[in-house]
């Protein structure tokens, strides 16, 4: 005997109880302190950064008469003119050339020595390791003087291959320091299954370990433009040809000839242009950075 469900029948309903919402916890008090002061630095910081935007399509009149009003009417040409007359735009180019190469040198020399320090080893290895951690700490000020006499003596003052050179050995440590771990918690059984397919270690370091190294390379890569690009203290010591100056170096002798000139608007507009990639490059690659963080501590 079968039994069916009459079609004028209405099914009873569920019973189960609807799962209850976790209820929020209130923010204690001791945490409003911390959170007033977050709020006061992100105000700091980015209070300036936005008047500058606004003073870049200001003209000189309404930057020294009026200077926290918005432009009666915006002045797009300020960045021309920042642009060809100023110069920012062979800056520019400058600074990616240098940056440019030094990020590519930088990654490709800091990830094989934090693969071969992490994954294999060898007499030395902690010696070499903590070599590279000791050199995060040296004070890149200490070696201006002798660095500047190497270089010259290697014929690469004032050259681009020579900054792009001591840019990489100096960006070269934080990068090993911050991969390091990533590639020690990476699987082995992977690599292991690839020496078994026939792969060298080469192909095994860049066709298995770099791709599952990604967030790491992304994260460190984003720090070492961050920090490349706004570098002032090595190019001014070693780029002494005005034709090869970086985006910094421009940037201040801009601020002295254009001080002179009373061409404020033409400041700002170059100092807008200088800020560009670096803020587009962190927006873009913000959500990348607080992965490649976390994704190092966790095995």
């Known amino acids: 005997m079968t039994l069916s469900l009459s079609p004028n029948r209405t099914r009873p309903a569920s019973t189960a109880p609807e799962p209850s919402r976790r209820p929020r916890r209130p923010v204690p008090i001791r945490s409003f302190p911390v959170h007033l002061a977050m709020l006061a630095w ?26 926290w009003s918005l432009p009666s009417s915006p002045q797009p040409g300020n960045w021309a003119r920042a642009w060809t007359e100023a110069s920012i735009g062979r800056y520019f180019f400058n600074s990616f050339i240098v940056v440019g190469g030094a990020l590519a040198l930088t990654m490709l020399l800091g990830s094989l020595a934090a693969y071969a320090l992490a994954r294999y080893e060898f007499r030395g290895n902690r010696v070499i390791y903590y070599t590279f951690v000791a050199a995060m700490f040296f004070p890149v000020f200490l070696a201006l003087v002798p660095l500047f006499f190497v270089v010259q003596q290697l014929g690469l003052l004032g050259t681009y291959h020579g900054l792009i050179l001591v840019y990489a050995a100096y960006a070269v440590p934080f990068t090993v320091f911050f991969l390091h771990a990533f590639f020690r918690n990476l699987p082995i059984e992977v690599a292991e299954a690839a020496f078994l397919d026939g792969c060298s270690h080469g192909a095994v370091f860049f066709r298995v370990m770099l791709p599952m190294a990604r967030p790491g390379l992304v994260a460190v890569g984003i720090f070492n433009f961050l920090g490349l690009w706004n570098q002032y203290l090595l190019p001014l010591v070693l780029n002494p040809d005005p034709d090869r100056y970086v985006l910094a170096q421009g940037l201040a002798a801009l601020s002295v000839s254009q001080g002179y000139r009373s061409d404020w608007s033409g400041l700002f507009a170059g100092l807008t242009i200088a800020m560009l990639p670096v803020l587009i490059a962190y927006v ?16």
């Open 284 to 299: 873009a690659f913000q959500r990348h950075i607080r992965a490649g963080m976390t994704a190092g501590a966790v095995k």
């Open 42 to 67: 992100s105000v700091v910081t980015a209070l300036p950064l936005l008047w500058a935007v606004i003073s870049s399509f200001k003209t000189d009149d309404e930057i020294l008469n009026d200077p």
